[in-house]
């Protein structure tokens, strides 16, 4: 017997398009499913000001394949000089939807980034006042601070104190990876929602450390321990609609992966929909998938869910891509580690 589910079509709250041939590469993957995605600014340069984020959204449309219906969700790039006033009209013009905040040196092109979190009080204050989302890379820098605890550092000593000096801050928590962080969603108001990527949800470190290291396991935030793992799982097929898909689909090409000092990302949009369909079927909750993937995202945000579907559809493993090739070199897709039995159907 076939097993189907239709949901509404999905959004990735947490996507990496970068620009230029990568972006005309890339940006098929993503439009085949999801109808809309928060884009990240980590460009070089970043996108900082409304002008730069208005000029990328161009280059998006711009890369657009035919007949796609892909609405790209803008994003600025918070730095110490951001300027208050420029945010608010950006958002208010619909251009921009929220602010990302990359403590500097935390992850890929971040080195613009807030060292100083008192610099960028006038800002939050501006968007907690306009009721803007604050994208959140939780990870701590400090060099005595080991990275697999980098996330559960930052929880205490930044993400907490900037929540309490700006009440009424929307923050999302990207790409979280612990057990803490969890938590702390849980814990607070709804004004906190979480991102939770698809390959999170799949490896843990041993993944990319057990047998030979696996660069195209490394991202950032890392992979933590198996307790964690499964404490992402628990928490994105609860139903708390504090949780949602951000794919965090990150493409490097093989080259800068697969190097002595290899760059942090999965790339993850070719066949995230049925890697999570058979996470959400492992768990015993498929009937959940469809808050994850494109109810909770929308409602934290204030949007309308999609008005289309897609189905998945259960059957013989799927072919997928190793690899897609772009302009500018091949860009290896997630291995999952096994075989994907969902197909996904786009209803017309
Ligand atoms: N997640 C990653 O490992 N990399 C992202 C940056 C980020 O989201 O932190 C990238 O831009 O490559
Ligand atoms: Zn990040
Ligand atoms: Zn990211």
Redesign the pocket.
């Given at each position: 017997m076939t097993q189907e589910l239709t949901i509404r079509r999905p959004d990735d709250w947490?996507l990496?398009l970068r620009d230029g041939a990568m972006l005309q590469g890339v940006l098929p993957e993503t439009t085949r499913h999801f109808a809309r995605a928060i884009v990240?600014p980590?460009l070089v340069p970043p996108v900082v000001t409304g002008a730069d984020a208005a000029a990328y959204r161009d280059r998006i449309m711009a890369a657009m394949p035919d007949g796609a219906t892909f609405t790209p969700l803008m994003t600025l790039y918070l730095t110490e000089d951001t300027d208050p006033d420029d945010v608010a009209a950006a958002h208010a013009s619909g251009l921009v939807t929220s602010v990302k905040l990359?403590p500097a040196g935390?992850?890929?092109?971040?080195a613009s980034g807030v060292r100083d979190f008192d610099k960028v009080r006038p800002v939050l204050e501006k968007m907690a006042e306009i009721g803007m989302p604050l994208c959140v890379?939780g990870e701590v820098v400090d060099a005595d601070i080991d990275i697999f605890d980098r996330e559960a550092v930052f929880i205490d000593r930044v993400l907490d104190p900037i929540r309490r000096t700006t009440p009424g801050l929307r923050v999302v928590m990207?790409?979280v990876t612990t057990r803490d962080a969890v938590d702390y969603v849980q814990s607070n108001p709804a004004d906190l929602g979480a991102t939770i990527t698809t390959h999170h949800l799949i490896i843990n470190r041993n993944h990319m450390l057990v047998g030979g290291i696996r660069p195209h396991y490394?991202?950032?935030?890392v992979a933590k321990r198996e307790s964690h793992r499964q404490a992402l799982v628990a928490a994105a097929t609860s139903g708390d609609a504090r949780f949602f898909l951000g794919t965090?689909s990150?493409p490097?090409t093989d080259p800068n992966k697969e190097s002595a000092c290899g760059?942090?990302?999965?790339f993850s949009a070719t066949n995230t929909m049925s890697c999570l369909a058979e996470v959400f079927e492992a768990a015993g909750a498929l009937e959940r998938l469809e808050g994850f993937a494109s109810l909770n995202g929308p409602a934290f945000y204030g949007l309308p869910p999609n008005d289309t579907r897609i189905t998945l559809i259960k059957g013989d493993p799927i072919a997928y891509p190793d690899k897609i090739h772009t302009g500018d070199g091949p860009v290896t897709v997630f291995d999952p580690g096994f075989p994907l039995r969902w197909r996904i159907e786009v209803d017309a």
């Open positions: 947490h990496h990240m980590n990359y935390a992850t890929t092109n971040s890379h990207e790409h490394y991202c950032l935030p965090d990150a490097h760059c942090a990302g999965v």
